[in-house]
């Protein structure tokens, strides 16, 4: 089964920026056929969905929270996919969550495959 690793979280003054990344944890498998999508969770709210981008590449979605700071992208060749976070806001304060799903989507339900989570705390 195909399990998933983010790296890149961290402490970060607001309007700084980070950028995430998200693997595959087991040798031989693939992200190529997924959709890969990242969520986050603050404490005491519901997981949200952030960004996911096509297996292709192709199509990518944002969170109207998040549009035009945050850019998802992917690198079939490495195997991963990154979603760098700019002007970042002590609202983005939550985990971080990558996920692998068959379709464009920013619905948590519609993803099969999780990571464990990375925080990211945005504060002076």
């Known amino acids: 089964q195909l399990q998933l690793v983010e790296s890149g979280g961290g402490l970060v003054q607001p309007g700084g920026s980070l950028r995430l990344s998200c693997a595959a944890s087991?040798?031989?498998?693939?992200?190529?056929?997924?959709?890969v999508g990242w969520f986050r969770q603050a404490p005491g709210k519901e997981r949200e969905g952030v960004s996911c981008?096509?297996?292709?590449?192709?199509?990518?979605n944002y969170a109207d929270s998040v549009k035009g700071r945050f850019t998802i992208s992917r690198d079939n060749a490495k195997n991963t996919v990154y979603l760098q976070m700019n002007s970042l806001k002590p609202e983005d304060t939550a985990v971080y969550y990558c996920?692998?799903?068959?379709?464009?989507?920013?619905?948590?339900?519609?993803?099969?495959?999780w990571g464990q989570g990375t925080q990211v705390s945005v504060s002076s």
């Open positions: 996920a692998a799903g068959p379709m464009v989507s920013l619905l948590a339900g519609d993803f099969t495959s």
């Open positions: 087991a040798s031989g498998f693939t992200l190529d056929p997924y959709t």
């Open positions: 981008i096509s297996n292709s590449g192709d199509s990518t």
